[in-house]
Structures are given as structure tokens and as C-alpha cells.
């Protein structure tokens, strides 16, 4: 059974920095280096929104909302998924989601329970 698990989440001032973790249990090593990962939020009232998308061969797509900002990598060794998060804005406050992406079609099976960021102006 694949699970996600994510933390690292809390309050920051505006300008602020945190990293985001999610372990992922259920995949061998093998299958965690060849799946696609991503990163959404949601905040109260709002759609959900992908900020971080990593596939196979290492690149990773951001929305404009994110880009320069934001980073994300993935350790295999460790089954481990980041989200670097700077220069953190208010409208960046949102409950943040890591998602597992097997197959590599833009379909995510796989999510994480959430771990929630605040950011104060």
C-alpha cells in the first residue's frame, strides 16, 4: 500500500523560508525513481493548484505564481519528495499537498494527508 506522508508545514513572516518533506512508503526504490511527483495547495475557498511537478528525467515545471520561488527535488535513496519555499508570500498560505504520479500521465492516485503553511504579512 503507497503512502504519502508529508511535514515540515508551519507559520512564517513574510520573506520567509521553509522546506516541505513527504516520505513515500509502498514504492520500492526502483519504482520511487521513475515515478512523476508533484506538489499542490489548496486554500479555503480556492481550487487546488499544482506548484511543483517533477519527472523523469529530472526537470521540473512551476507555475508562474511559484517560479524562482519555489524548488523541487526528490531524494530516491530515501523515497523522499522536498519543497524548498522562499521569499514566502500571504497568498502562499494553503494546505500543501505531495502527490505520486506512477505512470507519469498527470494522474495521481497517490496523496498525502497535508501539512499546513501559514505565511503573515
Known amino acids: 500500500q503507497v503512502q504519502l506522508l508529508e511535514s515540515g508545514g508551519g507559520s512564517v513572516q513574510t520573506g520567509g523560508s521553509l522546506r516541505l518533506y513527504c516520505v513515500v512508503s509502498?514504492?520500492?526504490?526502483?519504482?520511487?525513481?521513475?515515478?512523476?511527483m508533484a506538489w499542490f495547495r489548496q486554500a479555503p475557498g480556492k481550487e487546488r493548484e499544482r506548484v511543483a511537478r517533477?519527472?523523469?528525467?529530472?526537470?521540473?515545471t512551476y507555475p508562474a505564481s511559484v517560479a524562482g520561488r519555489f524548488a523541487i527535488s526528490k531524494d530516491d535513496a530515501n523515497n523522499t519528495l522536498y519543497l524548498q519555499m522562499n521569499s514566502l508570500k500571504p497568498e502562499d498560505t494553503a494546505t500543501y499537498y505531495c502527490?505520486?504520479?506512477?505512470?507519469?500521465?498527470?494522474?495521481?492516485?497517490?496523496w498525502g494527508q497535508g501539512t499546513q503553511v501559514t505565511v503573515s504579512s
Open positions: 517533477l519527472v523523469r528525467d529530472g526537470s521540473a
Open positions: 502527490a505520486a504520479d506512477p505512470r507519469c500521465m498527470a494522474l495521481y492516485p497517490h
Open positions: 509502498g514504492f520500492t526504490a526502483d519504482s520511487f525513481s521513475r515515478a512523476c
